[in-house]
């Protein structure tokens, strides 16, 4: 499975980004698809998963209520809309699939793009 993040760029606070992550693979509506995201300095921290239908959705509760995840299965692509951005957004992003344990863990994915930077300013 390759994986291929884009939509980063710079923002002012309060602005709205949307990331796109694009996926190989025959069976992608099968994929748990999350997004992480890593600040300087900082371990990468979970940030939204999704699973294989899009029917159910996980979010960690810095984001909630300011992004959303979504996808579409037949152009094979994550998507993570991101409103209401704030300097702490501040990260390199990155997707994954893969799952093999929990959802909010980096360790449970196996598969990684390569990362698209997010720069929110104040």
């Known amino acids: 499975v390759q994986l291929q993040a884009s939509g980063g760029g710079l923002v002012q606070a309060g602005g709205s980004l949307r990331l796109s992550c694009a996926a190989s693979?025959?069976?992608?509506?099968?994929?748990?698809m999350g997004w992480f995201r890593q600040a300087p300095g900082k371990e990468r921290e979970f940030v939204a998963a999704?699973?294989?239908?899009?029917?159910?959705?996980y979010y960690a509760d810095s984001v909630k209520g300011r992004f959303t995840i979504s996808r579409d299965n037949a152009k094979n692509t994550v998507y993570l809309q991101m409103n209401s951005l704030k300097p702490e957004d501040t990260a390199v992003y990155y997707c994954?699939?893969?799952?093999?344990?929990?959802?909010?863990?980096?360790?449970?994915?196996?598969?990684w793009g390569q990362g698209t930077q997010v720069t929110v300013s104040s």
């Open positions: 994954a699939s893969g799952l093999r344990g929990s959802y909010y863990s980096d360790v449970g994915y196996v598969y």
């Open positions: 999704i699973i294989g239908s899009g029917s159910s959705t």
């Open positions: 693979g025959r069976t992608f509506n099968t994929y748990v």
